[in-house]
């Protein structure tokens, strides 16, 4: 209100300038003597209308120029808040679905979507290993199946103290645990030396317990899945619901909740196949070959079944 009679003033004061101006023109052409004659008094009335109607119309003008130039701005914040408030609702209605689609995991999930809340959705930048773990634990905690790939040797479990992860899956009963480890050709070496460590082999056996392991090569994994790609990074999967993968390089995690006609999906329920006919290239670590490995056989139990389809 008080931006409104401020405005007003103005338009009225350079209405007055434009009168007076105009007014001071009209004297100095009639000269001082003709100019306060009775005859020039229309002449003196004319010049003070026209005079403050050239003012009230210059100031007008101005006004609504500036006036134009603000509802501009507005529209443009407007709109900058509405595709704001646009997006904001989307990523609720995203994070609500998944929610709902998954009200096991909703725990794990729920630390997972306000995680990501200051990035982009979905995927959580700067996570180090022990934060991964620490995901990967509160899904186990609400899981009934679990199915992973690893992209690393198993000595990366115990340089990246990943035995509490794995212990944390060895305490929780499951209807299956299944982990496929695929190895690109820069680590074939030391695979191969992990395979026959006892230390190492005893380490893995001892933290992860009853869990199915297999293990391929990467190019064998590209001949059994010519239509797939790799997966570029370790992840685990819930119940065939509950997607985490991690960049370890790029420090990103990643997570999503997966429909039947996922990729990774599919990629497991074929290894199961792979893994009733026998197929060569699908290897599976055996505990036997480790004295602690050989206990866990002694001791399997029944959420070491084959994970239903």
Not at 32 to 37: D, G, I, K, M, S
Not at 70 to 83: G, I, K, S
Not at 173 to 187: A, G, H, P, Q, S
Request: aromatic letters at 12%.
């Amino acid at each position: 209100m008080l931006d409104r009679e401020f405005k007003v003033a103005r338009l009225a004061l350079v209405s007055f300038i434009g009168a007076m101006i105009l007014e001071i023109v009209l004297i100095f052409a009639l000269g001082l003597r003709e100019a306060f004659t009775i005859r020039q008094i229309p002449a003196h009335l004319a010049a003070l209308v026209v005079g403050a109607l050239a003012g009230w119309l210059f100031e007008l003008f101005r006004e609504i120029t500036s006036t134009t130039a603000e509802t501009l701005r507005v529209a443009q914040q407007m709109q900058t808040n509405f595709e704001a408030f646009t997006a904001k609702i989307t990523y609720q209605d995203k994070a609500f679905d998944m929610l709902m689609a998954c009200p096991r995991h909703n725990d794990a999930l729920s630390q997972l979507i306000k995680a990501s809340v200051s990035d982009n959705y979905r995927r959580i930048p700067l996570v180090g290993v022990p934060d991964y773990f620490n995901f990967l634990k509160r899904a186990i905690a609400h899981s009934d199946g679990y199915e992973g790939i690893q992209r690393k040797p198993l000595t990366w479990f115990k340089e990246t103290g990943g035995g509490g992860y794995l212990g944390e899956l060895k305490e929780r009963k499951m209807k299956y645990k299944t982990r496929l480890f695929i190895i690109d050709e820069t680590d074939r070496v030391q695979w191969e030396a992990d395979l026959i460590n006892d230390e190492c082999l005893n380490y893995y056996w001892q933290h992860t317990g009853i869990v199915v392991t297999y293990w391929m090569y990467t190019e064998d994994f590209l001949a059994m899945f010519p239509s797939l790609r790799t997966p570029p990074e370790d992840l685990a999967l819930y119940d065939r619901q509950l997607l985490i993968s991690y960049d370890e390089s790029a420090r990103l995690l990643s997570f999503d909740v997966l429909g039947g006609d996922s990729d990774i999906i599919r990629i497991f329920r074929t290894i199961d196949q792979l893994a009733r006919n026998r197929i060569p290239v699908l290897h599976e670590l055996s505990a036997r070959k480790s004295s602690v490995g050989r206990r866990v056989l002694e001791g399997r139990q029944s959420d070491a079944a084959p994970p239903q389809s």
